[in-house]
């Protein structure tokens, strides 16, 4: 196979890899970095997003997925296990199912996204769902991990960090440097404490003059880290990020503080306004939990408070295939059949305007 594929390969250097570690690769990462034109001129800045929808199982999970269960071959390790909002689920599942590993994944029964689940079925995971939420999964899987031969890999997991980290590292190979301002959807806080890590080590070996401003964005109903306590019951259209207790939340703090960021909560609202306005003016669509960092950046903005002329990356998390549910239920009901002839047809367009 094409062994140069893959965040592994291509960062070697900066990964926790040695001669036993496997070439394991679905070509995750790599992702573009898109200039989100009308969005600029519009707001006066200069604004990209860091398209991880288009990783292998579509989001960002892949990366560290991949440095996990390579470095769990590693170590002997025949089994996986993670809680899940869906998208580590889908990418645990893969990488199991690409490396001959058995995983299982315990999900919040009712609130994971369709297209989520299925890829979770697909890859062969053993799916369990509980009646609780993200946060009582994860502490289940904790517990049976912590007395049973069976690797976690939860963000937890400190190689899950070294994965994810890679995706700074494109972003400042992309620009040259790292951005003005890098604005990230937060849930369970791994991702952007794996991006201030990857800015951090970049930056101290010379392949990015600066480091960016780290602001993460949190759904209104599921904002622990804007409260600065647990929110016991995280309500959230987002379900991806449908969290109360963020296990990496010292990362994130700490990610903010040292960079001069900010944490700050959007409303549900204005993540679908944000995740609509993505697709329909720039051509990319992504899942709502992704849309939080835009909606953030737009908030921001209209109270005045980002500077002109900044560079903004804002990462778009995940795909939106995996929630086809909420594209029909907020932007369009599904289309009404009509009669196969030309004039049907005709009469639809026409009645819309031409
Ligand atoms: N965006 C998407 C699409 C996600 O799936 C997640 C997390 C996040 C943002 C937040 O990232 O947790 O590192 O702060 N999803 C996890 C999961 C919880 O189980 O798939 P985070």
Redesign the pocket.
Known sequence: GNRQAGIIERYREFLPVNERTPHLSLHEGNTPLIYADRLSKELGLNLYVKYEGLNPTG???DRGMVMAVAKAIEEGSNTIM?????????AAAAYAARAGLRCIVLIPSGNIALG?LAQAIAYGAEVIAIDGN?DEALRIVREITATHPITLV??VNPYRIEG?KTAAFEICDALGSAPDILAI??????????YWKGFKEYHQAGKSGKLPHMYGFQAAGAAPLVKGETVEHPETV?T??R?GN?A?KEG?IAAVRESDGLFEAVTDEEILEAYRLLARSEGVFC?P??A?SLAGVLKLHKAGNLAAGSTVVCVL??NGL?DPNIALKTVAAEPKAVPATQEAVMQIIESAGM
């Open positions: 989001s960002f999970k993670c809680a899940s909002t869906g998208n580590t689920s889908a989520k993200f939860n963000s994810q959807p937060v849930g369970n806080a791994g991702n952007i404490t794996a987002a991806a990020i969290i963020p990496s994130a899942e939990a992704s939080a998390t995940g995996k």
